[in-house]
């Protein structure tokens, strides 16, 4: 079975200040990993996802994340973020091909301070 | 593209009803709708995964008397609580996928349920 690890619950932050939440996961198989935000009282939005080829993946909203299989990561970056970016950010994991059943982490409060 | 909206986003119903959220894709055909349930403050719980034309998949401890989902075409599905009670109050988050994307899931933004 997977598993999602998002070791920070609340990460606060100064404006304009770079950021990196960290995803870690287990998986005996090839898997495809995602990042979603969550805004209060709204659904999930895709920021990035990785499914093969370069291990750095490019999202929206200036985000990116590295896959780093050695090391079963898929941390979240972003070097200067802004108020806006205050919301909840969740890290995925599926397996790749077939059933598509989602692991989500149990997320990470990213705080902008201004 | 990709977008995926949810009817009701708020409602507030008396105990022992029943009440219908939709979930639509509406610019895709989701071969495969899933249902989710978060608490306050927590991550997502998967319900069910529902295909086009097929039963839903509930997740272990899921009463499947008590959700019901339809998925009734390829933009559509539906969750019915049924009998609804206060522990019931929740956000139901839907997600689909299909399309070009058959690997992505793309989420509604979700319905609060609170059952008095």
């Known amino acids: 079975a997977q598993s999602v690890t998002q070791l920070d619950s609340q990460v606060p932050v100064f404006e304009e200040a770079p950021v990196e939440l960290r995803c870690n996961y287990s998986?005996?198989?090839?898997?495809?990993l995602f990042w979603y935000v969550q805004y209060p009282n709204q659904g999930l939005q895709l920021l990035l996802k990785?499914?093969?080829?370069?291990?750095l993946v490019k999202g929206i909203n200036g985000f990116e994340a590295e896959f780093n299989k050695s090391q079963t990561s898929f941390h979240l970056r972003k070097p200067s973020v802004h108020i806006s970016d205050t919301a909840e950010y969740f890290c995925?994991?599926?397996?790749?091909?077939?059933?598509?059943?989602?692991?989500f982490g149990t997320g990470t409060k990213l705080q902008v301070i201004p | 593209g990709a977008v995926v909206s949810q009817h009701p986003s708020r409602v507030i119903c008396k105990s022992g009803t029943s009440v219908k959220i939709e979930c639509r894709s509406l610019d895709f055909q989701a071969t495969t709708m899933f249902w989710y349930r978060q608490f306050p403050k927590q991550s997502l719980m998967l319900m069910a995964t529902s295909n086009e034309g097929s039963k839903a998949t509930y997740e272990q401890g899921v009463e499947k008397d008590k959700f019901l989902i339809n998925h009734a075409s390829l933009t559509l599905s539906t969750l019915t609580v049924t009998s609804a009670h206060p522990e019931d109050s929740s956000f139901y988050i839907c997600?689909?996928?299909?399309?070009?994307?058959?690997?992505?899931?793309?989420f509604g933004p979700g319905t609060r349920l609170t059952v008095l």
């Open positions: 998986s005996s198989v090839s898997v495809y």
């Open positions: 995925a994991v599926t397996y790749s091909g077939g059933y598509q059943k989602v692991t």
């Open positions: 990785y499914l093969s080829g370069s291990t």
């Open positions: 997600s689909a996928s299909g399309g070009d994307s058959t690997d992505t899931q793309y």
